[in-house]
């Protein structure tokens, strides 16, 4: 029998969660309410006694000293509006998974089948309301109705001895998993048909190669001695689906592209990838020879690189759009711990040591009608910085380095990008980290979570657009705490040497999991009946597919897997043996002794047909705005500072755990009160060593609205220097390069598909040109091409965007640098040169233009005075160090003051320039590879010394007080104010 | 010489294990044995054979039904393989011999829901106060001054005055039983460390120096032995002066503040034990 138990905090004690969400009401939904008081209910549907279920209540439920419970009636009564919220049937419930741990334990008992602990909140309010609103409050803030369930009552309509009453969300469903066939002997509409009614996300050329080898004789021959008909099975289709998705198979960037310039050149370019992105790094890495310090680049699921004698580092960024865009708290923590699994799942796996995160959303104050489907901007932005804060933190992994940016174009999809870096030894067991291979005979193993029917989906869901039946199943929610324990588990059998090769499961669960791995030996054979489930009554295809989180598969041998099963039960990580590896050639799947699947392994991997595309680029002209440059630029300066894009996140940074594992050295928030914007964050991975790590990232989507050639070289650009500017080391410097694009495929959906793709070409290309001019190899990186939402006549796409992540290795931490001004005294200087590049500028965009004169970037002369900056920096020479991006020279003198908490003086007319006669350029312009740069004045002729033969130039001074002035081209004040006012406009926006 | 033994517990959502176990070896402890939940469980590994236990932070269970909650609840129900004895009667005979705890964070956490802390009258196993939600109603990293209270019998903060270390927690609001519990803490100083202004002398509830809103500003509490130590900052988090947020503007000593804590423990043990 099912027992409903409710926690809440004695009536003297402070409801923080209740305040919180009674805020929300007020802020968020523009609705008053007087109070709000929260109650924690766990339903619990086991045999138990009534005294056994008083024992759970009172003890492992109860904080006694703060609160108090009821089994079975209401614990309060006195509110206008009750809203109880809770998990729908089958969504992974956390909190419902350690309470049944609990319960277990209490009784010396497992749950048997069916059992199970369910967990909701109540939210009993205080106010006049509408049933109107408190439905709003419902589905507008507490509950996501895709995966959740709530319920109103009014106190009138509400019976004291029943309260909200008994629910008990069980997937109920007693149903045997069935193999269906589907016909492909039919007309090309009905092919369609059955991919979009599948999720399947196959083009009409796919599905004929699909249909072409079904009908191969030889195939059906060899089919028909397994005892398959001559149809494919869903289990074929499903995994084949899943193998050739955009989101697996990346088929815009490995396609032949016939690409029409400006002139009308056109170009023949076969596959992106190759060409740009992969040939840089070769030439890059041979450049290098033996000094060649790139481990594993691109072939597994992170970049491998050398950190020293004795050990590597591993590092990947994901990107987790669609999700998020429909359960952002869900999404991101799904991305979060997902994008963990990567590096852990590299090589021989990873320890993971730092998390990153950049976001894209639209802004919090947008408030145009919200088209059907989507979520309001703040809302997500909320959701996903949750999921984040939960994914990270709960998993003991410091989150190091990230942005936030803000356009409206967002509101469709908003961005997510989650990244993980990893460190391993060298060697395990005598044997390379980074190389692993599943072997004919091992055993197929999956380890932790179970399967449920979590993520479906997921690989051809996010191949799509975000349109009216986007699957909710796609959707699903981690479980931090699952994945600990298995990675715990995991680090020590690969100590121990159980294994001989692992992956995670992500995308496409099993189906590509097993079906990556059985590429090693070229063959598998899985049983899916064995599969461990969440409940019953999955069909064959659904276990195949699932992506249910929390789970890595690995190629145990089978001599160890005694050892490897007993240690996996002892550390509590569920672990099953699924089927082996073989030889066979054929990707082969059985469910309860009838085949399922047959696969050719080699149609599996390499049947997809090659797209074929154009592309055609056209520059496009904005206006330019004619209004003059303002005499007094003090309140432009505020306004900039206060712009989304260049706002303090402090209130975001806080909420992560920077600091766990005690390696970080240089944090994201630095200077005289802790609340300096860093460029790059300085990690000890190592803390016997001083060798450190320096985590950097650009991204400048504004850019791409002129040329996302020069939006990629700026992003590249400003990665470096970020990196540059705490002291990185660009000799061993790699880069990730993460795409997120608009679907660039020409067609009616996107009648402008040609030119989206050229802007796709020419980002590539500036990748390739500024990587390898500057030296620094792409390692890893990933792409999400389809970030539309298209719901009747409304199209959103987001502006063309690569996040350009950077990392690099120092031999000695205690030679890096922080951005805030230190002393008073110390001179300032800019290096670089600043030009008239206002298109894209944040200042521009202040006044609702975009512009045309797009910053570029000189590499040659960037990277002289990168490699001189850096013998400064290592020399001792430079006191703060700060990067000129969003706000231009503008933004980065205030920030230098504002986070040293002192004053300066500088003079616009010392700024080394060409072709600028305006202050509001020249604190404005957006030019590229500039620096703030703070120097003691008795390094001042080391220094210059130093950066010989570059463009720099002393240009003031910092002050003691806290007066900040910059005087203009015609020598009069342009801009005067006190730093601690410069800093409010720049903390206020999003200091929620 | 005596040989120090020291104990980090690991695993089920604890991640500071790392970090702590540095600290135990720069503080000159012989052995340290980072020691998961699981092996004390299945017999392998003997609480018994060391002097030191260090709980670490993280996330127990996820924090799932509050704050180390579900693991108290396991030291309580959980049995050891072999000899059958449940946990929390290791760690009673642990401290019965003289023996030392530190609980850091989601450690300290489960010291006070297990009962461990205060332990008044020497009674330890019943929860006598909480850590709860903090009053911003968020997790936050940022560092804070704590100020040491130089009556207190706690032997890890013996010598200090203050210390400067991070905190990083979603709940940290130290709630007692009631008024009379609190002025028991008081008049035995238990109270070892409060949230304070930067000179290390006035406590403060101003936030964000008083990061959660705690009764009287408590940071960290002993027990009237002093040898059971629970603080929510982070010593572990604080080893080298690059450790400190503002190294690179202010001087700071070579050595990070929380070493200090670790360096007590074990030079106590190597004294007493």
Known sequence: MAYRVEIGLKPTIRDARGEKIKRRIIDNLNIIVDSVVTVDVYTVDAAMSAPEIEKVASGPFLDPIIQEFSIGKPLRDDFDWAIEVGYKPGVTDNIGRTAREAVELLLQRKFKAGEGVYTSVLYLIRGKLTKEQAERIATGLLANTLIQRFEIKERPSWNPDVGMGIIVPKVASSKEGRVLEINLRVSDEELMRTSSARVLALTLKEMKAIRNYAEDPGVREERKKIGLGENLTDCELEALAQTWSEHCKHKIFNGLIEYRDEEGKVWRIDSLFDTYIKRSTEEIRQAMGEKDWCVSVFKDNAGVMRFNEDWNIVFKVETHNSPSALDPYGGALTGIVGVNRDPFGTGKGAKLIFNVDTFCFAPPDYSKPLPPRLLHPKRIYEGVREGVEHGGNKSGIPTVNGSIVFDERYAGKPLVYCGTGGIMPRNILGEPSHEKQAMPGDLIVMTGGRIGKDGIHGATFSSEELHEESPTSAVQIGDPITQKRMTDFLLRARDLGLYHAITDNGAGGLSSSVGEMARDCHGCRMYLERAPLKYAGLDPWEILLSEAQERMTLAVYPEKIGPFLELAKRMEVEATVLGEFTDSGKFHILYNGQTAAYLDMDFLHNGLPRMELKARWEKKVHPEPTFNDPPDLTAALKKVLSRYNVCSKESVIRQYDHEVQGGCVIKPLVGAYNDGPSDATVLRPLLESWEGIVVSSGICPRYSDIDTYHMMACAIDEAIRNNLSAGGNLKQMAGLDNFCWCDPIQSEKTPDGEYKLAQLVRANQALYHYTRAFGVPCISGKDSMKNDYLIGDTKISIPPTVLFSAVSVVSDVRRCITMDAKRSGDRVYILGETYNDMGGSEYYALYGFIGNQVPKVNAPRAKALYEALGRAIQRGLVASCHDCSDGGLGVALAETALAGALGMEVDLRKVPSSGVNRNDVLLFSESQSRFVVTVHPEHQRTFEECLKGNVFAEIGSITGGSTFTITGLHGKTAVRANIFELKEAWQRPLRW | ?273
């Open chain 2, 1 to 273: 010489m005596k040989k120090v033994k020291a104990l980090v517990l690991a695993g089920n959502g604890i991640n500071c294990e790392m970090e702590m176990a540095h600290a135990c070896r720069l503080a000159g402890s012989d052995v340290v044995d980072i020691v998961f939940l699981y092996d004390i469980l299945s017999g392998e590994v003997k609480l018994d054979d060391y002097h030191f236990l260090n709980l670490p932070g993280g996330f127990l269970d996820g924090d799932d039904l509050g704050a180390a909650k579900a693991m108290a609840h396991r030291l309580k129900y959980a049995k050891i393989a072999g000899s059958g004895e449940r946990l929390d009667e290791v760690i009673f005979r642990f401290i019965r011999e003289g023996k030392l705890i530190l609980g850091v964070c989601n450690g300290f956490q489960l010291m006070v829901k297990s009962g461990l802390l205060p332990g008044l009258k020497g009674i330890y196993g019943k929860q006598a106060l909480t850590l709860t939600f903090n009053d911003s109603g968020r997790f936050e990293d940022r560092w804070v001054y704590l100020k040491v209270n130089s009556n207190s019998p706690s032997i890890f903060t013996r010598g200090l005055k203050g210390l400067y270390l991070p905190v990083r927690h979603g709940e940290g609001k130290f709630i007692p039983k009631n008024d009379e519990m609190l002025a028991e803490l008081e008049r035995k100083n238990l109270i070892a460390l409060q949230y304070s202004d930067p000179d290390y002398r006035k406590p403060t509830l101003e936030y964000p120096l008083n990061p959660n809103g705690s009764a009287s500003a408590i940071a960290g509490i002993c027990d009237e032995t002093g040898r059971l130590f629970g603080m929510m900052p982070h010593p572990e988090a604080y080893l080298y002066f690059v450790n400190h947020p503002r190294w690179t503007r202010e001087k700071v000593p070579e050595e990070g503040m929380g070493l200090a804590i670790f360096r007590n423990a074990v030079e106590y043990v190597r004294k007493n034990l």
